[in-house]
C-alpha cells in the first residue's frame, strides 16, 4: 500500500479524472451548447493531424476523431478508478481462490479492476470488502454503463445532421443546375421561387443550429467537395445576391432571408473554426472552403 499522504493525493487525483471526463461528456452531449474541452481538444488536433501532408483533411478525421474521444473518455474512467482503488489494493480486497494478489503489482491489479468493473463484465474474481468500495465499484459500473450509452446517443445524433447538412448542399446545387439562377438572372423569377429560396434560408438555419449543438460534425469533411458545406453556402449567396436584383418584391426580401441565413452561418464557423477577425461574407466562406479541403469562391 501506499504512503497516507500518496492515498490521499492519489484519491483526489482520482476523483478529479472522474470529474473532468463526466463534465466533458455532460457538455459535449447534453448541454445545448455547450463544448466539451477535452472533446474539442481531440476534435481540433485530429483535423490538424489529418490535413498533413496534403494540406487538405482526410474524410476519416470526424469518425477517427470521435472514437478518440471515446477512448479519451474511457480512459479518464478508467485511470480515475485505478487511483481511487490503488490505496486500498491489495488489503481492501477478496481475490478469487488461485489468485495470488502478491503477484501482480498493485497498479496493475489495480487498472484490471477499474476495466472489468467499467466494463461491467463482473467476473467476481476481485471483489471489493470495505464498505466504502463496495459502494463505489458498483457507482463505477454505473458510470460504464452511462459511458457507453452516451457514446452511442452521440454517434446517432451525429449522423442526422450530417445528412441533413449534405442534403441542404444537393439540394442547392440542384437549384444550379436546374436553371433556377439563371431564371433570377434574366429577371423571370416567381412567387414560388421565393419559397424555394426562403426554403434553402430554412435548410441552412438548420445546419447553423446542428453545428451549435454538434460542433464536431463540422470534422466530417465530404470525400466528394461537391457536398461539402461551402458550397452550399457560395450558392445560397450567389441566389441571394442575384435575388435582391429583381423587380418583384416578394423574391427581393427571399433574397434579404437567404442572404442572413448564410451569413449567420458563416459568422458562426469563423468565431467557432476559424478563430480569425473580419466580416465579408465571401471572404469567410472562402477561408471555410480552404480548411474543409476546397477552393471554391463565394464572389
Known amino acids: ?42 476534435m481540433r488536433g485530429t483535423w490538424r493531424v489529418s490535413r498533413w501532408p496534403r494540406g487538405s483533411p482526410s474524410p476519416l478525421a470526424g469518425p477517427v476523431g470521435i472514437v478518440l474521444v471515446i477512448v ?13 482503488y490503488l490505496p ?8 478469487a481462490p488461485g489468485i495470488n494478489p502478491d503477484r501482480y503489482p498493485d497498479l496493475f491489479s489495480s487498472i484490471y479492476l477499474s476495466l472489468v468493473t467499467l466494463g461491467t463484465l463482473g ?19 454505473l458510470t460504464g454503463f452511462i459511458l457507453f450509452t452516451a457514446a452511442v ?25 436546374g436553371g433556377f439562377v439563371s431564371r433570377l438572372e434574366r429577371d ?26 454538434s460542433a464536431e460534425t463540422y470534422y466530417f469533411a465530404e470525400k466528394d467537395r461537391s457536398l461539402a458545406l461551402p458550397q452550399a453556402m457560395t450558392t445560397g449567396w450567389g441566389i441571394a445576391k442575384t435575388a435582391k436584383k429583381s423587380r418583384i418584391p416578394i423574391v427581393v426580401a427571399a433574397g434579404e432571408v437567404l442572404t442572413v441565413a448564410v451569413s449567420d452561418l458563416a459568422t458562426l464557423l469563423q468565431d467557432e473554426f476559424l478563430q480569425q477577425a473580419g466580416d465579408d461574407i465571401p471572404a469567410i466562406i472562402d477561408a ?3 480548411d474543409q479541403g476546397g477552393t471554391r469562391s463565394a464572389g
Open 153 to 177: 446517443s452521440w454517434i446517432m445524433q451525429l449522423y442526422p445532421a450530417l445528412n441533413r447538412r449534405r442534403t441542404t448542399t444537393l439540394r442547392t446545387r440542384s437549384l444550379v443546375e
Open 72 to 84: 479519451v473518455w474511457a480512459a479518464l474512467q478508467v485511470f480515475g478508478w485505478t487511483l481511487i
Open 1 to 42: 500500500m501506499l504512503p497516507e499522504t500518496m492515498n490521499v493525493l492519489s484519491v483526489v487525483v482520482g476523483v478529479a479524472l472522474i470529474l473532468v471526463g463526466l463534465r466533458d461528456v455532460f457538455h459535449t452531449l447534453f448541454h445545448p451548447a455547450g463544448r466539451g474541452g477535452v472533446s474539442t481538444w481531440v
Open 123 to 141: 467476473y467476481g474474481d476481485v471483489v471489493a470488502t470495505t464498505p466504502a468500495l463496495r459502494i463505489l465499484a458498483p457507482l463505477q459500473a
Open 88 to 95: 486500498q489494493m491489495p488489503d481492501g480486497f477478496s481475490f
Open 188 to 213: 423571370e423569377a416567381y412567387e414560388t421561387d421565393a419559397l424555394v429560396m426562403n426554403e434553402i434560408a430554412s435548410a441552412l438555419a438548420q445546419t447553423r443550429v446542428d453545428l451549435m449543438q
Open 288 to 290: 471555410i472552403a480552404r
